[in-house]
């Protein structure tokens, strides 16, 4: 029996969240240039987004590019945001078909013009269908989100449209980028390394950690099925005693 069969589609994750890392290490183990091992990791991405459609994930969070990539070479740099303009282009009557929503996260202000034009046309596109919300998070820093929440808090209560004592964690949560998402429940890292890198650091207080060696680029559905059927497994006890959460 495959992993798919063994999932419990009553306890499925609402929101999985995905690190999709190791794309230059791929490349670099065939001899490649780090590009090249972008390239595939699309491969990657347009599998894991059909398998999660299959089972019925509702939110599927990619963390695509972020605020610190800008800091790489810039030949990597452009060749990410040229490579996210083609895939955007070719895969959106895919979207469609599969009824998906694309949403992105993160200062997207950032991005080339051409590239950000391109997201907004495609999110505009797919925003009336009603399944899986695909959301990339480009140029994303999640302090800086935060930080803008605060910020966007404080103007509120400046212009006297809320009372400082009436900030909340609901409040605080609907100012920032993932406003009306639920939380993930589960978290993938890819490729071996064990740190968050300034992803979803509020959005994933009670999350599941899940972490493989596998490289993004070597990642596929089954993988997705695999590290699904795990959380399944585990006890979510959100600090009570395990005897209360049964
Ligand atoms: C993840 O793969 C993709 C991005 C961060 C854009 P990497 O490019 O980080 O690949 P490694 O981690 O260097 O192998
Ligand atoms: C995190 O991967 C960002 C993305 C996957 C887009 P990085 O490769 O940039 O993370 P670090 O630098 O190893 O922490
Ligand atoms: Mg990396």
């Not at 694309?102 to 013009?113: E, F, K, Q, R, S």
């Not at 900030?167 to 490729?191: G, H, K």
Request: net charge neutral.
């Amino acid at each position: 029996m495959g992993y798919k069969d063994q999932i419990d589609l009553l306890k499925l994750p609402e929101h999985v969240a995905i690190i999709m890392d190791g794309n230059g290490r791929w490349a670099k183990g065939k001899g490649k240039l780090r590009i090249f091992g972008h390239h595939n990791g699309v491969l990657s991405v347009r599998d894991v987004v059909e398998g999660a459609g299959e089972i019925g994930v509702k939110y599927l969070t990619l963390y695509t590019f972020s605020a610190e990539n800008w800091n790489r070479p810039s030949f990597e740099v452009t060749a990410i945001m040229e490579l996210l303009v083609s895939t955007i282009n070719k895969e959106i009557k895919k979207l469609m078909q599969n009824n998906v929503r694309l949403n992105a996260i993160g200062d997207l202000n950032m991005l080339p013009g051409k590239c950000h034009k391109e997201l907004l046309g495609a999110i505009e596109k797919t925003s009336a269908n009603t399944g899986l919300v695909l959301t990339l998070a480009l140029s994303y820093s999640s302090r800086r989100e935060i930080m803008q929440a605060a910020k966007n808090i404080a103007a509120k209560v400046e212009r006297g449209e809320l009372k400082a004592d009436d900030i909340n964690e609901d409040v605080f949560a609907q100012n920032l980028y993932t406003a009306n998402m639920p939380d993930p429940e589960l978290l993938i890292r890819t490729s071996g390394e064990y740190r968050i890198s300034n992803y979803l650091l509020w959005q994933i207080a009670y999350a599941e950690l899940y972490f493989t060696n596998k490289l993004w680029p070597d990642f596929r559905k089954e993988d997705l099925f695999e590290a699904i059927l795990d959380y399944q497994k585990r006890e979510r006890r959100f600090g009570k005693t395990s005897e209360q959460v049964n």
